[in-house]
């Protein structure tokens, strides 16, 4: 059964299928005035024609539009390539195809059966005759169209399709196709593995990849498109493949632009840091103790400032995920207190560089929340960050964890310094905001607070600033008894594996530090 | 590590010269047995050759990128003997698909800047072989 055929018949199914519901439900209702209100048999026939009608009409109009559709894409497609046709009239907008691509590049092969079909039996001037209306068809479908040969060489390439390469027909025609596109799948399942599956087995057969990315040398962009590839062994003239494919670039490039800027510029930070990181551990390993008690503690001022900006590093990455809806959370039962001391532990180091002492308070009958342990860690982090950068002469940041009125568990950082101006605080929580006094004084970008909120929104919690000037601040959020949550939750489970931004071991719980 | 355990052998796929020689250093020291490759189809002749316990697998290494590697590794027709642990070490966020791909092929993944040398050996020991 060919494409077109099984195209007719899904029309014919819906069709039977609308005009089964629509008497079922004439059918329903006549029987249900009859039986339930005291109407006469005349009234209810004249119901029943009029709701017939109504009902009818609206199935037609929806399955004509359905059926007419195709036909307008062709009407346009024939006015758009012909040349006697007065008024310049633009391609068919080949996203609109309702009919589908597989068949849409499957008439197309159609269209080359034909032809060499044709061809075999025709004489000299016939041949030509068709060649010119067979390459004057390809030329003007305004989709790229390769012709491939059984060894994957191309026969035929449309214009179209040497525009879209930016290479010349002539160049293009017995070249092997692998050469000239480079392709890569979103998954296993790739052309060429397709192809040769198919070659082995099957006398012809159509495959569609969505989301193709074509690798193009030096400085052309990188282009997508998703791709239509129809096989027939039995064509005689030997054009076995036709790949047709359905530019989609603007769309799919769109989707991870802005993170894959991001994700460049976090590489090449992160890739000096790493070696920053390794060598400031061998020093310390190697001389810590056996220097004199200044360079040993420039060895943790090292330490703490390529900690402060591996978190950094982290910030941009996260805030980038969140404006672009990728940040992805994943809340578990954890025990608050611990996951809490670990992420107290990653930054004493910076805090004691600033002689500033973190002082810890958390209370020990705490129940187990339901968090994503890295980003939750993160708040933590910025939230100290942020409390040593703005602890000026005071020396102690508390940080207290309990459970409150309403049965969540809170945690607060406070600290002793110059406190922050009534009229900035609603502003706090936005983006690249900071404070101006502080501005010249203390370094940082204000994507801090603006994270913070972020996550702790997505862990259904709350975050909030108390502060007066002089007297420094406390900054708190909530977070939810792992109880609470999966109440809310039901699916809620602790997978075996744990995933992170920063990494997980199969079967085994996350480590880091 | 304990001296009674048996000394585990590691390939390290990496393509940064530096990187490389910390963790040789930090590896050894632990009692690891390392092997530095930086060229990706190198590296696959190493891992057909020779017997590893664990290998240590960069994405971005010349010449086979590491989740072509990965695909190759994974892949019982080509590489028969393969018993290695393999985990991706690298600095680049990598897209969904990838990463779906990653964790349904690869043992384990690290954010390479996360870690130092001594942390990714801690890490690395509590692998069970």
Redesign the interface.
Known sequence: MDDFQRYLNKFKIRLLVSLLIENLIIVGLIYLTVHYLNIGLKETLIIACLLSFFLSLVTTLMLSNGLTSPLKQLRQAILHISPSYNQPIGAPDTNKLTLGRELVSNLISQLYQIASVANKNATEIEKTKYDLSRDFMANNIPLPIFVLDNNENIKFANKIAAQYLGIEVNDLINKNIYTILDMSF???NTFDYWLKEVKGNTANSSNQWERVKLNIRDQHPTLYFDLSAYYNVGNPEGYCTILTLFDHTKQYSQD?QS??F???T??E???P???L??????FN?EFKGKLNPEMDSFLDKMRASSDQL?AF?NNI?NVARVDND?MELKLQKENWSEVLNQAIDTIDLRAKVRNIALERDIATDLPEVGVDRLSIQEVVLNLIDNAIKYSNDSKVIKIKSSLNGEGLVETTVQDFGRGIPESIISKLFTKFYRDHHNRAQVGGTGLGLYLSKAIITAHQGNIWVHSKEGDGSIFGFSVLPFEKLSQEQKNLSNDD?V?S??????N?SY??? | MEENKEIRKILVIEDEHFIGELYTRALNKSGYEVKVIADGVEALKEAQTDYYDIILLDLMIPNLTGIELLDILRDKTKTPHLRAKVIITTNLEQREDVKTKIESQADGYIIKAELTPMELVEFLNKIKL
């Open positions: 979103p998954t296993n991870d993170i894959s991001v994700a460049l976090v590489h930070l992160r890739t840091l790493t070696l990181k390794g060598y400031v551990e061998v390993q591996t590093v990455l990728q594996l995933r931004a920063h990494g997980w071991i199969k085994h480590y880091r530090r």
